[in-house]
């Protein structure tokens, strides 16, 4: 049992500290993509450059061809004061084409955005946090004030949608309306644009598709960065919680360690008069010390098989009825998150028996210590 739980605690750990990590980069690709394409900034931020950047159509269909791209979307970003029911607030306006879609760590309600106006979408999507601040339902218009010169150019649109992805940093700070608002309002042509946003299948391939960009398909002023580059601070926060998990792993290791080594010792006690009578009998000192490691391999394996027992229905059990809570506001997420990777499984079973075994070898020198003659005489 002290194997097991320290098996489960190990496996349940970090399995806790990997979905802690896909959930929050998740979220935050599902809304900012994983690939910027934009102007160059000294500072690899998602600031927004005065001057716009050309709608290259033949680039867009280069960057879809790139293994992995899911989907590429023009984007144009400018800030805006919300007005409703007598506030305000200040967001961040971003927008997209009708191309552009969550992925799936966002939650929406409502209706998408209509692009059927010629001119331009008079809808907007806010997040339920803004919409929360301000009082805004489904369906309510509210006021856009864009300053320009230090006069505000007023438009009014509909809420037709809202999302919630649980971040501050998408939640509090953006909204999302049509490109060809952004263009009218900024006096662009139809082919200005700030960026290109790309979405990939699977984030590990971001630095590769990056690179790719970068040295293939475009020229100066354009650079691609990464969202894990845009947003460094995130994931070195994520990274601090990997070294908290291995700290852990490393902390239930030893612990499994001390006890089985404990066991070990108890049975050898236990088993004294046994172990003098083998070596009476003329059993080596190798073969009594393999029989006690062969018990300590099966109390091992034992034990590893109850724990994945455990920390799997564990797991299970959070991810289908999210039996514990978060406060999301400080986790980004309402329930511990879990994620299951099989060979981190593996290797946790597959490196506590080994070092279980291993580290039996020590306890196992009480028997050399043992004398036949001492212990047959109470037989």
């Known amino acids: ?51 716009p950047i050309f709608y ?61 106006d010629t001119f331009y979408s008079k809808q907007i999507l806010l997040s339920q946090t803004t919409a929360d601040r301000l009082n805004i339902n489904l369906g309510d218009t509210v006021q856009l004030d864009f300053i320009e010169n230090g006069t505000p150019r007023i438009r009014r649109v509909r809420v037709c949608g809202l999302f919630h992805s649980g971040m501050e940093e998408v939640d509090k700070y953006y909204g999302v309306c049509d490109l060809r608002l952004l263009q009218r309002i900024n006096n662009w042509p139809a082919d200005s644009i700030n960026g290109y946003q790309v979405d990939l299948d699977d984030q590990k391939y971001a630095d590769t598709v990056s690179n790719f960009i970068h040295y293939n398909l475009v020229n100066a002023p354009l650079e691609s960065y990464t969202t894990t580059e845009n947003y460094s601070f995130i994931f070195d926060w994520l990274d601090m919680q990997s070294l908290n998990g291995a700290i852990l792993l490393a902390i239930m290791a030893v612990v499994a360690i001390i006890n089985m080594g404990s066991i070990l010792v108890i049975l050898m006690v236990d088993r004294a008069m046994m172990i003098g009578l083998l070596k009476a009998l003329g059993m080596t000192f190798e073969g009594t010390r393999n029989i006690f490691l062969s018990i300590a391999g099966l109390i091992g394996f034992a034990g590893i098989l109850l724990g994945n027992i455990i920390a799997l229905s564990l797991c299970w059990l959070q991810v289908h009825f999210g039996l514990i809570t978060l406060p999301e506001a400080t986790y980004y997420m309402r329930y511990v998150p879990v994620k299951i990777i099989w060979w981190q499984v593996g290797l946790i079973d597959i490196v506590t028996l080994f070092l279980c075994v291993f580290c039996m070898w020590l306890p196992a020198l009480y028997i050399r210590r043992i004398q036949p003659a001492r212990v047959l005489q109470f037989k």
């Open 56 to 116: 290259d159509t033949a680039l867009m269909a280069e960057m879809k061809k790139i293994p992995h791209v899911v989907s590429v979307s023009p984007f144009a970003q400018r800030p805006v004061i919300v007005q409703s029911h007598g506030q305000m607030d200040g967001l961040m306006l971003k927008g997209v084409t009708k191309s552009y879609h969550f992925l799936t760590g966002i939650t929406t309600t409502g209706a998408s955005i209509d692009y059927s």
């Open 1 to 51: 049992m002290a194997t097991a739980l320290s098996v489960a605690v190990m496996i349940v750990a970090l399995a806790i500290v990997t979905g802690f990590k896909y959930s929050v980069a998740e979220k935050l690709f599902s809304f900012m993509g994983h690939i910027h394409v934009v102007p160059y900034d000294v500072t690899k931020s998602n600031a927004i450059t005065p001057e």
